[in-house]
């Protein structure tokens, strides 16, 4: 823990910290191979995680997003589980299951249409009673763009206008309906008040828009926004439009860095240091002993990277098949045949420099002693994001996080489906309740009143007007260059 | 027992359309409901469970665009819930009734429909169906971007919409998630397929009648529950459509109730002797005599708000009269889709007097208990494209 846990900047810690869950759904994080790992796709299995999370107070549950099938030297990857339920159509299902939870989907901007995109969204918010949100993801390749008649058009600079001129354009669908535009009696001359609902126009270079929005807005105004990007531009776009980022950064020190920067960028667009709350992706790994964690550590990556899975780890960035090699031996001395990892393909390493990094990893496995397996494991266990002890020892940790408000709190990806969470709402929840770091119910029945978030301003152009009302933007917002990270969550 | 594969007495199902407040534009005058209400998961919530507990075999929630002339005092709910979340909404709350949300196909991404409504599939248990629809209305267009579509193209739209859903469907093989700890292999590669659909080679004679595009897949999602989930598609669009065998079950409308049953044997006799027959569903507006009011005053009582113009049969008057009415229709129909003048009030009257006098009669197909659309339709469960062409290959080797 660092010295100087000060924020600065008038941001004030809220000594809480909120939990949601991210049922990933694609990765290798979840283990299959246990006989207590359940279906990934049984409406069963969410519901579970759902209700556990729910019963624990969280405030979100969070389904990612792949709109392609990752592949691996040119065939589907067959050794992770992959497979999801439509993240949507999935959470609409939870909403009549579940009274309080948020229900975040991950959904990408290059791949929907702005008015369909935010008419869904907005539907869910309704459904489930103002708990929806929505995490902004982009990807910009051709590879993913051949499962939709609108391909893969973006150039990789683009995507970041497109992405905020889309968000912009969703905010705008959601405002578009006055307060009190819906008839308050079934004796009202009409079902809505004349001139209470605006048509929104935008004409730009990715797409145009003309569309009288469908749906008023919600219990909480409108759906909250996650973002995940991480590089400056992604910085400053979740700055400017974003409610909560899904952060990268869980280590102590390095959450403290993250949050002095985004409470710099948030001031600098024009929003208070409080504004925009900082949810780390994590994982947990408990039991009642530190020792029992870490034997219980040990078991978890075993079963996270097999002895295949740590061969195909590398020969995505060999490009090459390394079945030969012995996966408890040392790192391939055969070189890379690409001098570029070639298109994600929906892993996530776009442009790494293959041959330099296999320089540098066999330097590295070599100077720590480690085997194929034990590197990979090494590399993908996120060590950063994992919170291993006992449960009290880590509630003591997480104390620190709340006091300093270094973030407002985690998003936890269960490595187990559906009873990942449970040792987490039996035991881990308590001890934070007991340290006063966690809450004992909810804040509301909404998700903005979950995360205490301020009432949305309404978009500047959503004044009420006169008849015909239009809201038009011209041009597609190129004020900034934005970037939003492309990883498929 | 279905629909089809009864051969005593001919028995079949009924739909019940679920949308706003009901068929007629001013229903939402006389809900029991304040206006806003109707945008809830209350609303869904109580609307299905009416269904089901009626008796109904399936509810269908429409969907596309609402009246949009927003300064014009009278109109009807501008507003409307996206129809495949209102079915996910309904999934985990009902046991039985199957859930039909209508979909678009001219103006949205097939990849997204198809994953939402396999999606659907899991949600409900294997209980979903993809309604169609193709209306390509200059407004849908210029929500995302494009022109209207009219004509050849809108079949064009809705049987490349149809075909991409349909192979995606099949692209992972029943047994595609392997989950075998020896090999570590999560999935079986072999049983993944790539759907490769282009309006060009799907389209190869007369072309696609638009700007063409392509499907690479797999789908993201495996095989639904269902395999295939059944597509049902209105008559003017079916008769328009490539290939009939697109379509699991034909919606057929008339101009009055007396021509809905030769309406739909003229259908049948059309469809006899061309393959396996899709199953048809004759579509009724109804109106009935509730709370001391006749179904004819409430109609004027309704009309003097707002016009009701609309170019189904519609039935009005008592429940003995309908009854009457769908013993017949039904003996020609495979099923029969009710759209309710007014939800909060004729989904009652067809609970308490109309539903049990059809049952007493056995006109009606028993309710699914653990069962899926395609058994209520009488569908197998259908093989997959891909598992014969892999199998074939196989044995070439």
């Given at each position: 823990?660092?010295?100087?846990?000060?924020?600065?900047?008038?941001?004030?810690?809220?000594?809480?910290?909120?939990?949601?869950?991210?049922?990933?759904?694609?990765?290798?994080?979840?283990?299959?191979?246990?006989?207590?790992?359940?279906?990934?796709?049984?409406?069963?299995?969410?519901?579970?995680?759902?209700?556990?999370?729910?019963?624990?107070?969280?405030?979100?549950?969070?389904?990612?997003?792949?709109?392609?099938?990752?592949?691996?030297?040119?065939?589907?990857?067959?050794?992770?589980?992959?497979?999801?339920?439509?993240?949507?159509?999935?959470?609409?299902?939870?909403?009549?299951?579940?009274?309080?939870?948020?229900?975040?989907?991950?959904?990408?901007?290059?791949?929907?249409?702005?008015?369909?995109?935010?008419?869904?969204?907005?539907?869910?918010?309704?459904?489930?009673?103002?708990?929806?949100?929505?995490?902004?993801?982009?990807?910009?390749?051709?590879?993913?763009?051949?499962?939709?008649?609108?391909?893969?058009?973006?150039?990789?600079?683009?995507?970041?206008?497109?992405?905020?001129?889309?968000?912009?354009?969703?905010?705008?669908?959601?405002?578009?309906?006055?307060?009190?535009?819906?008839?308050?009696?079934?004796?009202a001359p009409g079902w809505a008040a004349p001139d209470s609902i605006r048509r929104v126009r935008h004409e730009g270079q990715h797409y145009s828009v003309d569309y009288v929005p469908r749906l008023p807005r919600s219990a909480q105004h409108r759906p909250v926004l996650f973002q995940a990007g991480d590089s400056s531009e992604g910085r400053d776009?979740?700055?400017?439009?974003?409610?909560?980022?899904?952060?990268?950064?869980?280590?102590?020190?390095?959450?403290?860095?993250?949050?002095?920067?985004?409470?710099?960028?948030?001031?600098?667009?024009?929003?208070?240091?409080?504004?925009?709350?900082?949810?780390?992706?994590?994982?947990?790994?408990?039991?009642?002993?530190?020792?029992?964690?870490?034997?219980?550590?040990?078991?978890?990556?075993?079963?996270?990277?097999?002895?295949?899975?740590?061969?195909?780890?590398?020969?995505?960035?060999?490009?090459?098949?390394?079945?030969?090699?012995?996966?408890?031996?040392?790192?391939?001395?055969?070189?890379?045949?690409?001098?570029?990892?070639?298109?994600?393909?929906?892993?996530?390493?776009?442009?790494?420099?293959?041959?330099?990094?296999?320089?540098?990893?066999?330097?590295?496995?070599?100077?720590?002693?480690?085997?194929?397996?034990?590197f990979v494991s090494a590399k993908t266990s996120r060590v950063d994001a994992t919170f291993t002890g006992s449960y009290a020892e880590i509630a003591d940790r997480l104390g620190d996080y709340a006091r300093a408000g270094a973030v407002d709190g985690f998003n936890i990806s269960p490595w187990l489906v559906p009873s990942g969470l449970d040792d987490i709402v039996n035991h881990l929840v308590p001890e934070l309740q007991e340290r006063g770091i966690y809450p004992t119910e909810y804040g509301g029945s909404t998700l903005r009143e979950h995360l205490s978030l301020p009432v949305p301003v309404r978009s500047a152009d959503a004044s009420p007007v006169s008849a015909a009302s239009d809201v038009d933007t011209a041009g597609d917002d190129i004020r900034l260059e934005l970037a939003v990270r492309s990883q498929q969550l | 027992?279905?629909?089809?594969?009864?051969?005593?007495?001919?028995?079949?199902?009924?739909?019940?359309?679920?949308?706003?407040?009901?068929?007629?534009?001013?229903?939402?005058?006389?809900?029991?409901?304040?206006?806003?209400?109707?945008?809830?998961?209350?609303?869904?919530?109580?609307?299905?469970?009416?269904?089901?507990?009626?008796?109904?075999?399936?509810?269908?929630?429409?969907?596309?665009?609402?009246?949009a002339q927003l300064s014009r005092p009278g109109v009807g709910a501008a507003g409307r819930l996206d129809a495949v979340q209102r079915a996910a909404f309904a999934s985990p709350l009902t046991r039985s009734i199957v859930l039909v949300p209508q979909v678009d196909t001219v103006f949205t991404e097939p990849f997204h429909v198809a994953t939402q409504l396999a999606s659907l599939d899991y949600v409900s248990g294997g209980r979903a169906g993809w309604l169609v629809s193709a209306s390509g209305t200059a407004a849908e267009g210029a929500a995302v971007g494009r022109t209207a579509v009219a004509g050849d193209g809108l079949a064009g739209e809705a049987a490349a919409s149809i075909e991409v859903g349909r192979r995606l469907w099949d692209s992972w093989e029943d047994g595609a998630v392997v989950r075998d700890v020896a090999s570590g292999r999560?999935?079986?590669?072999?049983?993944?397929?790539?759907?490769?659909?282009?309006?060009?080679?799907?389209?190869?004679?007369?072309?696609?009648?638009?700007?063409?595009?392509?499907?690479?897949?797999?789908?993201?999602?495996?095989?639904?529950?269902?395999?295939?989930?059944?597509?049902?598609?209105?008559?003017?669009?079916?008769?328009?459509?490539?290939?009939?065998?697109?379509?699991?079950?034909?919606?057929?409308?008339?101009?009055?109730?007396?021509?809905?049953?030769?309406?739909?044997?003229?259908?049948?006799?059309?469809?006899?002797?061309?393959?396996?027959?899709?199953?048809?569903?004759?579509?009724?507006?109804?109106?009935?005599?509730?709370?001391g009011q006749s179904a004819a005053d409430r109609v004027a009582a309704l009309d003097a708000h707002t016009p009701w113009h609309n170019p189904r049969a519609r039935y009005v008057g008592s429940a003995e009269g309908l009854v009457e009415l769908l013993a017949e229709v039904l003996a020609a129909a495979d099923g029969v889709r009710l759209h309710p003048a007014v939800v909060d009030v004729d989904v009652e009257e067809l609970s308490r007097l109309v539903l049990p006098a059809l049952r007493r009669r056995g006109t009606l197909a028993p309710t699914l208990v653990d069962g899926t659309f395609r058994d209520l339709l009488g569908l197998g469960r259908p093989a997959n494209r891909y598992t014969a062409e892999r199998e074939e290959g196989e044995r070439n080797e």
């Open positions: 823990m660092s010295e100087n846990t000060e924020i600065g900047s008038g941001f004030r810690p809220s000594g809480q910290l909120q939990f949601g869950v991210f049922f990933q759904g694609v990765n290798s994080g979840t283990i299959w191979k246990a006989p207590e790992a359940g279906s990934q796709t049984d409406f069963e299995s969410f519901r579970r995680l759902a209700q556990t999370a729910e019963r624990g107070l969280f405030a979100a549950f969070f389904l990612g997003e792949g709109l392609r099938l990752r592949e691996h030297l040119g065939r589907p990857h067959a050794l992770d589980v992959a497979g999801r339920p439509d993240a949507q159509t999935m959470l609409a299902a939870l909403a009549a299951v579940t009274t309080k939870i948020g229900l975040v989907a991950t959904q990408n901007t290059t791949y929907n249409d702005p008015a369909d995109l935010a008419h869904r969204l907005s539907s869910l918010d309704l459904l489930s009673g103002g708990r929806a949100a929505w995490n902004v993801v982009t990807t910009d390749n051709a590879w993913t763009g051949a499962n939709f008649r609108r391909g893969g058009y973006l150039d990789h600079a683009d995507r970041y206008r497109h992405a905020e001129a889309f968000v912009e354009t969703a905010k705008r669908i959601w405002d578009a309906w006055d307060d009190g535009a819906i008839a308050g009696s079934t004796a776009f979740a700055a400017r439009q974003a409610d909560v980022i899904f952060s990268a950064h869980a280590k102590f020190d390095a959450a403290l860095d993250f949050r002095r920067d985004i409470v710099a960028r948030t001031l600098k667009a024009g929003r208070g240091a409080n504004d925009v709350q900082i949810m780390p992706a994590s994982e947990f790994i408990l039991a009642a002993t530190a020792a029992e964690a870490l034997e219980k550590k040990e078991w978890v990556r075993s079963l996270q990277i097999g002895p295949r899975q740590a061969i195909a780890y590398l020969e995505q960035f060999w490009g090459r098949e390394l079945s030969s090699y012995d996966p408890d031996g040392p790192l391939p001395e055969i070189d890379p045949v690409v001098e570029e990892t070639s298109e994600t393909r929906g892993s996530g390493f776009h442009g790494a420099k293959a041959r330099q990094l296999a320089d540098q990893w066999r330097a590295e496995a070599k100077d720590k002693g480690l085997s194929i397996r034990q | 027992m279905s629909a089809a594969t009864n051969t005593t007495a001919r028995q079949g199902f009924l739909a019940l359309e679920l949308d706003g407040d009901g068929a007629h534009p001013a229903a939402w005058r006389a809900a029991a409901h304040a206006p806003a209400a109707l945008l809830s998961g209350d609303r869904i919530r109580a609307t299905v469970l009416a269904a089901e507990s009626a008796g109904f075999h399936a509810a269908t929630f429409a969907d596309g665009p609402v009246d999560y999935l079986d590669v072999d049983q993944l397929h790539y759907a490769d659909f282009d309006t060009e080679k799907f389209f190869p004679a007369e072309g696609f009648p638009g700007a063409g595009y392509s499907v690479k897949g797999p789908a993201i999602i495996p095989r639904p529950l269902q395999g295939q989930l059944p597509v049902l598609v209105p008559a003017e669009l079916f008769a328009q459509l490539p290939d009939p065998s697109a379509a699991d079950a034909v919606l057929v409308s008339a101009p009055s109730t007396e021509l809905l049953a030769t309406e739909v044997a003229e259908l049948r006799g059309r469809l006899d002797g061309a393959g396996p027959a899709p199953a048809i569903i004759a579509e009724l507006d109804v109106v009935l005599d509730a709370r």
